[in-house]
């Protein structure tokens, strides 16, 4: 399996947006992410692409 992972400054650098406004997604399940140990926080790409997947089926 080779899942990429992004931090969290990489998934806020791809998506363009702040550090809240990405906890905000995670905690509302827009976005999935996963712990490391207790406080590495990981987003894998694929749920970065399914997000802005959704996002364009939505404006359309």
Known sequence: MTADLLTVPEAMATLKVSRWTLYNLI????ITSIL????????PASAL?????RLCEEAA
């Open 27 to 30: 905690r509302s399940g827009d």
């Open 36 to 43: 490391v140990g207790t406080r590495c926080r990981r987003i």
């Open 49 to 53: 692409d399914a997000y802005i997947t």
